[in-house]
């Protein structure tokens, strides 16, 4: 297993990490909406968090050699279902290839935020 890190997302804010990759698979952590550069919470709306964890995976993924594009399965956490449509329309701009997904209502997410990605992903082989 090989650790993945990049100051491209947020350091990770307990005992884990950023992703790791086990042979040709890549998972990611949980990304949340902070804005790597800040560290502060990036936007108030759906849309605007929805954005940042997208944009945080994809740093994640290709920190590890892969890519939002290989990405074959994500599971996708939402502080409120009704956000759900306008959810899907900034993932659908990040998550192309249409890949196997599970999104859920909790109760709470860190920080306080609206939603959080991970997702697993595949490598090329060489």
Known sequence: MKKV????????IGPYSQGMVLGSLVFSSGQIPINPATGEI????????????????????????????KVVKTTCFLADMAD???????????????????????????????CEIEALAYLEKE
């Open 5 to 12: 890190t990049t100051t491209n997302a947020p350091a990770a």
């Open 42 to 69: 990036a936007g108030t709306t759906i849309t605007e968090q929805a954005d940042q964890s997208c944009r945080n995976v994809g740093a994640v993924l290709e920190a590890a050699g892969s890519s939002l594009e």
């Open 84 to 114: 759900f449509p306008v959810f899907n329309k900034v993932y659908e701009k990040y998550f192309v290839s249409c890949p196997a997904r599970s999104c859920v209502a909790v109760k709470e997410l860190p920080k306080g935020v609206l």
